[in-house]
């Protein structure tokens, strides 16, 4: 009898009890005997060159190691797409954020010390601030134009649809930064020993790191490695960030022949790392009279910061996702994201998606108002179904689970319903607040966008030790997502073994191979895929070898045995293959954007307080088509808290700006929701297999930071007859919308 | 020097008074399961236990902790013998990413064991001083509340003093 199926049950945490009591070692916990702390010199003004560095001559220096630009054995560029951000400034400084220098010493307080004793001086430039400014090209901060990178879509004949149209509804929609806000900072450490420079940390993507690093020393990957430690949070901001601190703390201990730490505390790391990009969308929008879409013309524009860094990236997906999960025949989307003289932004869970998505869906309402049809009605004739045709020419075939989720969600949330008892609530004057009710429907592509897949070649593999154990052997890092546990499950499944046999090897990159990052919602679907097939290979030799899979541990030792003969284990290891029917055209970016797309909707059922403009989330219902939930404890428990950032993002989360830097880098005046700010949610998972996917999963990552925002703005609109084209909706905002006049 | 007992144990520091408690305890105890998160008070990821109040060690300088009982969230339980409270986080998704998990359990302890009611409302009140970025609340708050039911006699934990 072969073992009970692990996937599609919820298999406990891997490292629960360890992170359950205290046990788990995050860096900042390590014991790393003789390391120094090291700490950052920033510019501190947002434009300018570098005139001269002095030291105050009265602190102790020849206790601290100093390094600069001058002391970086390879290149002096922070490896990524682009190889323009410097890991030292070194000449002109182009955000306030830049690192300039680095100081590491045997005391934490003296280290901090030593870095107010360090004055930069500049010869200011001036610096570009603002999306607007950047687009105006007053001053030239990058190329002639200031664009980080353009993108245009197209499909069928746009001016063509606009004729058809008996409708053209225009919008304009904006979205700010978003901050991870994960509990624990950035933390690295770094060594060197035997030739071999180790750096461990709190991390995403331990290959992105090596290949940082190799370009930075100058050094091959023998040389170099990159172990993850236990890591509290990412949601995108540990994608890039940590190969620049890699850097620093590398630099550091190789100058201090000593380990050195880097351990960032919650301002400088709200401050200087990277952010969502904001975004400002136009939507321009032709329908026939009975709410069919016929033209979709688009315009994004994104702020990038002051390096390209994952900006291409980020637009792209965002590019991707603007027309929304609905069919046009006539689309035109024209996409740029800009440089400014701030911090660049970067990796945020949905990646450039929620920004585009926001002005999809809330579009629905200005739409709605202009025909008279509800926004129900108009999502429900356009939605994508099997055969749909998206922007850019992919056809959709299977696992579209977009109407399902959206019928649910209105079942469920009971919407129909409440939209006419909240309109009788609204009109009694006596009653405290105003309640509404709003709607979104969101599709996210699982895993890199286009060709991403095939350029990154991700490998992983599972290994069979003498001795009997199992290991899965794959770089994609457990950042509270539950890796491990779904590695483990879909391993085990694939053997037809028990998933307690079944071990997870920690992301070292000195024994696991390339496959690729942990983002893009692609760590179940692409990485899940090749630990499957990697399994099934171990599972094919352990049948030649035995005729069958071994039934008990004391089987499985002596399978393992004959298996392996003399070497230590048996190494199974695959690499992503293309599935043939999946067809991109980078060049003109027509064909299959995604192998595969999720579709979640939400409602959001609010109510204001009439007197302080205070909104009251009630319910949050969402369904969410993933394909399978490998572990539907752990997927619920990422929807849940995807929706939630995405309730912060679209409420209370703002970080301002001023003089090029994030004023309220504090957890203190940057507020993100507590257990009284979240709602009671209802989630439903829908399972509509994906034929490629392993056990037939697509991604849920991001998926559930789209929905929340668009939802919540036109659940505002309902209660207050206000539509709010930006977040957050503040009582500030609110009440600003409520002085003026009701919506045209 | 300073005397307190911490998980139990006599301890003593001899250092600066003003030390923070929760470098006390990471550097000179190494008990390093209350994090930093955010070093003002606002997250609560160093929560711990003083006289079995819920406190942010972050705040508080190892002076004010002299004669008194702290408690760490290395106190509750062990990987191989969790305690009902963190057996219930593990079943119910209670810990994510698990950074903000050894202050969660320290303050919903403190509130199952003074008394505090286990429902939706007490339970989100009693945490509301303890930020996650992972969950979005609903799984910590199903853990506490399923801890609680499953305990017939939550007063069997230690009440902390008037």
């Keep these: 009898m072969a073992a009970m199926a692990s996937v599609g049950t919820s298999a406990l945490r891997r490292e629960g009890p360890e992170k359950l009591t205290g046990r788990a070692l995050y860096l900042d916990d390590l014991d790393v005997p003789g390391a120094w702390h090291g700490v950052t010199v920033r510019a501190g003004v947002p434009r300018g060159r570098i005139k001269s560095v002095s030291f105050d001559p009265s602190f102790p220096w020849k206790e601290c190691v100093v390094v600069t630009a001058k002391d970086i054995p390879g290149k002096n560029v922070v490896t990524l797409i682009e190889p323009d951000q410097p890991l030292l400034a070194d000449g002109e400084v182009r955000h306030r954020e830049e690192p300039i220098l680095l100081i590491a010493h045997p005391d934490r307080a003296k280290a901090y010390e030593a870095r107010s004793r360090v004055t930069v001086e500049y010869e200011p430039l001036p610096p570009v601030l603002s999306l607007e400014d950047s687009l105006s090209v007053k001053e030239k901060i990058f190329k002639d134009d200031n664009v980080f990178k353009s993108f245009l879509i197209e499909k069928g004949d746009l001016k063509g649809g606009f004729a058809l149209a008996d409708f053209v509804v225009e919008g304009e929609y904006r979205v700010p930064h978003q901050e991870q806000a994960y509990i624990e900072n950035n933390a690295m450490a770094a060594w060197e020993k035997d030739g071999v420079l180790t750096v461990t940390g709190s991390l995403q993507c331990p290959y992105y790191v090596v290949k940082a690093l190799k370009v930075l020393l100058g050094r091959d990957e023998s040389k170099v490695r990159v172990i993850q430690t236990v890591t509290g949070g990412g949601f995108g901001g540990k994608e890039e960030y940590p190969s620049m601190i890699a850097g620093h703390a590398a630099l550091l201990a190789l100058k201090a022949k000593r380990p050195v730490k880097i351990v960032y505390d919650r301002h400088e790391d709200m401050a200087a790392t990277t952010k969502r990009h904001p975004a400002v969308v136009r939507h321009r929008t032709g329908l026939t009279k009975d709410g069919r879409l016929v033209a979709q013309d688009v315009d994004v524009v994104m702020d990038g910061g002051a390096y390209a860094t994952l900006s291409a990236v980020v637009l792209s997906r965002g590019t991707l996702h603007a027309t929304g999960p609905y069919e046009c025949p006539n689309v035109r989307v024209r996409a740029r994201a800009v440089a400014t003289n701030t911090p660049p932004n970067g990796a945020f869970r949905g990646f450039g998606a929620p920004q585009t998505l926001f002005a999809a869906e809330l579009h629905w309402e200005r739409i709605s108002r202009a025909l008279g049809l509800d926004a129900l009605t108009l999502r429900r004739r356009n939605l994508y179904r099997e055969g749909s045709v998206t922007a850019t020419g992919q056809v959709l075939r299977e696992s579209i689970g977009a109407s399902e989720c959206l019928d649910l969600v209105v079942k469920r949330s009971d919407y129909e319903k409440k939209r006419k008892d909240y309109d009788l609530w609204n009109a009694d004057p006596a009653k405290p607040t105003w309640r509404g009710i709003g709607l979104s429907v969101c599709h996210h592509g699982a895993g890199f966008t286009g060709s991403g897949e095939v350029y990154l070649a991700s490998r992983a593999a599972v290994a069979l030790t003498r001795d009997g154990r199992i290991l899965v052997l794959a770089a994609s890092t457990e950042i509270g997502q539950g890796t491990n546990t779904i590695f483990a499950q879909m391993a085990a499944d694939a053997l037809g073994v028990p998933s307690d046999w079944v071990e997870v090897e920690t992301p070292d990159t000195h024994k696991v191979p390339d496959s690729g990052p942990t983002v893009a919602s692609r760590t179940t679907m692409v990485v899940g895929g090749l630990v499957r097939r990697a399994a099934l290979e171990l599972k094919a030799a352990l049948d030649a070898e035995g005729g069958r899979v071994p039934k008990t541990r004391a089987d499985l030792k002596k399978s393992a045995a004959a298996l392996c003969g003399r070497e230590p284990l048996r190494r199974f290891e695959v690499r992503y293959e293309k599935p043939p029917e999946i067809v991109w055209d980078e060049g003109t970016y027509r064909g299959d954007a995604y192998g595969v797309y999720s579709y979640a909707a939400f409602a959001a059922d609010l109510e204001i307080d009439r007197a302080t403009g205070e909104v009251r989330v009630r319910k949050a219902t969402t369904a969410q088509d993933i394909g399978r939930a490998v572990n539907p404890r752990l997927a619920e428990g990422q929807i849940i808290g995807g929706c939630a950032q995405g309730l912060g993002w679209a409420l209370l989360e703002e970080p301002v700006y001023k003089d090029g830097v994030m004023a309220n880098a504090q957890l203190t005046n940057y507020v993100i929701p507590t257990s009284l700010d979240a709602p009671p949610f209802d989630v439903t998972i829908v399972e509509r297999p994906y034929s490629r996917g392993p056990f037939g999963a697509k991604g849920v990552g991001e998926l559930p930071m789209d929905v929340p925002a668009p939802a919540v703005a036109a659940a505002v609109r309902h209660a207050t007859g206000r539509l709010i084209a930006t977040i957050p909706q503040t009582p500030e905002r609110i009440l600003a919308a409520l002085a003026g006049p009701e919506d045209a | ?162």
């Design chain 2, 1 to 162: 020097m300073i005397k307190l007992r911490v998980n139990g144990k006599p301890r003593m520091f001899r250092g600066a008074p003003f030390k923070r408690l929760l470098d006390v305890l990471r550097e000179d105890f190494r008990l390093t399961g209350a994090k930093e998160g955010c070093g003002e008070g606002e997250c609560g990821a160093c929560t711990v236990l003083l006289d079995g109040e819920p406190v942010n060690a972050c705040l508080i300088p190892v002076c004010q902790a002299a004669g008194r009982r702290v408690e760490t969230v290395e106190a509750l339980g062990t990987p191989e013998k969790l305690s009902k409270l963190q057996a219930s986080f593990l079943e119910r998704g209670g810990a994510q990413c698990g950074i903000c998990t050894p202050g969660m359990l320290v303050a919903a302890r403190a509130h199952l064991a003074s008394g505090g009611r286990p429902d939706d409302a007490s339970v989100r009140e009693a945490l509301a001083g303890n930020l996650c970025r992972c969950t979005g609340y609903q799984h910590i708050v199903e853990s506490v509340l399923a801890a609680a039911k499953g305990a017939k006699k939550p007063a069997k934990a230690k009440r902390p003093r008037a």
